[in-house]
């Protein structure tokens, strides 16, 4: 049986920003649809800060050319799961390969856990699960990423998400 154990949001946080600058991989976000599909990919880029309704605020963004922005635009919520130093290849995996193509939990060895607050499912073996829900969004043409990106075409401009987090979360079996 699994257990959930509540995390401080706050006290996890220089951790999931660690991981999201880390050379070694990123933060695991978990998106859903309302068929009940889902899919994991990785991200390098996001952003913490206060507060919408008294909950913490979670930024992050996914270009349409990702399998899992198609999720996010029909269910607007996700999961970012924190891995480990274990997890770095299951990281690399979920960033390089397409969902398309394959379920990316069982390729990385990731096990599905139900989510307290939100559809896509939290990761057993991530120490920290963040449950957030897509409060606004952003299309492009905006101005919010780099010179670089907005020099791609419009159909491949990220879509920049602001969501509250919901719950922090750790998991074990």
Same mark, same amino acid.
């Given at each position: 049986?699994?257990?959930? %154990?509540?995390?401080?949001?706050? &006290?996890?946080?220089?951790?999931?920003?660690?991981?999201? +600058?880390? +050379? *070694?991989?990123?933060?695991?976000?978990?998106?859903?649809?309302?068929?009940?599909? *889902? *899919?994991?990919?990785?991200?390098?880029?996001?952003?913490?800060?206060?507060?919408? %309704?008294?909950?913490?605020?979670?930024?992050?963004?996914?270009?349409?050319?990702?399998?899992?922005?198609?999720?996010?635009?029909? @269910?607007?919520?996700?999961?970012?799961?924190?891995?480990?130093?274990? @997890? +770095?290849?299951?990281? =690399?995996?979920?960033?390089?390969?397409?969902?398309?193509?394959?379920?990316?939990?069982?390729?990385?060895? =990731?096990?599905?856990?139900?989510?307290? %607050?939100?559809?896509?499912?939290?990761? @057993?073996?991530?120490?920290? *699960?963040?449950?957030?829900?897509?409060?606004?969004?952003?299309?492009?043409? %905006?101005?919010?990423?780099?010179?670089?990106?907005?020099?791609?075409? =419009?159909? &491949? +401009?990220?879509?920049?998400?602001?969501? &509250?987090? =919901?719950?922090?979360?750790?998991?074990?079996?």
């Amino acid at each position: 049986m699994t257990e959930r %154990h509540t995390l401080d949001f706050w &006290e996890s946080a220089p951790e999931v920003l660690h991981r999201l +600058q880390s +050379q *070694n991989g990123g933060v695991l976000c978990t998106v859903a649809d309302p068929a009940g599909r *889902n *899919n994991v990919l990785t991200l390098g880029w996001g952003q913490i800060g206060p507060f919408y %309704h008294g909950h913490p605020v979670f930024s992050i963004a996914v270009t349409p050319l990702r399998y899992s922005w198609q999720f996010l635009e029909a @269910l607007a919520e996700f999961v970012i799961a924190v891995p480990d130093d274990s @997890l +770095q290849d299951a990281a =690399l995996l979920c960033g390089t390969k397409s969902g398309r193509d394959m379920d990316k939990f069982a390729a990385a060895g =990731l096990t599905r856990v139900p989510s307290a %607050h939100v559809t896509p499912p939290s990761i @057993l073996e991530c120490p920290i *699960n963040v449950e957030c829900r897509v409060y606004a969004q952003v299309a492009p043409p %905006h101005m919010l990423l780099t010179p670089e990106h907005r020099q791609r075409p =419009l159909e &491949e +401009q990220h879509t920049i998400y602001f969501a &509250e987090v =919901l719950g922090a979360y750790r998991y074990t079996a």
